[in-house]
């Protein structure tokens, strides 16, 4: 993936900082795939290694190709939700998005996914659009 996805270090806690923790969530009822940014924001707040992983963890749960949707997200459905846009400018929640899966795998504070045993059963996936591509990663 390409680098201008993700935020430096400043950039993220700059990001994450003006995040105003909404009760209604106005991002995660946006976001197509009911994925809450403000949560996995306020995850990070703190920066530790295991923040991010734990918010990564939130992130991958409802949305197996979350790191590649931050990245090349077609819609801004969450920025356009968020209350920030009021005040001065959206939260770039996509580039967080994907900042955050790429440091929890720097990080090593995420698996990056187990084993399964085979059981002889075979299925087929037709099509490589993203619905194809998350049901192979379940």
Do not use: W
């Not at 997200?73 to 994907?98: G, S, V």
């Amino acid at each position: 993936m390409a680098e201008f996805c993700y935020l430096t270090d400043a950039q993220l806690h700059s990001e994450v900082m003006r995040c105003e923790f909404c009760e209604d969530k106005p991002c995660r009822d946006a976001c197509p795939s009911h994925c809450s940014p403000a949560d996995f924001i306020m995850a990070i707040r703190q920066g530790r290694p295991s923040d991010f992983g734990r918010a990564a963890t939130g992130i991958l749960r409802q949305n197996p190709l979350g790191q590649t949707c931050g990245a090349v997200c077609p819609d801004t459905l969450c920025m356009d939700a968020c209350t920030r846009k009021t005040f001065d400018h959206p939260i770039e929640i996509p580039k967080i998005q994907a900042t955050i899966l790429k440091k929890a795998r720097e990080f090593k504070t995420i698996a990056l996914g187990e084993s399964v045993t085979p059981n002889g059963k075979r299925v087929a996936v037709v099509g490589a659009g993203p619905a194809g591509l998350a049901a192979t990663a379940i």
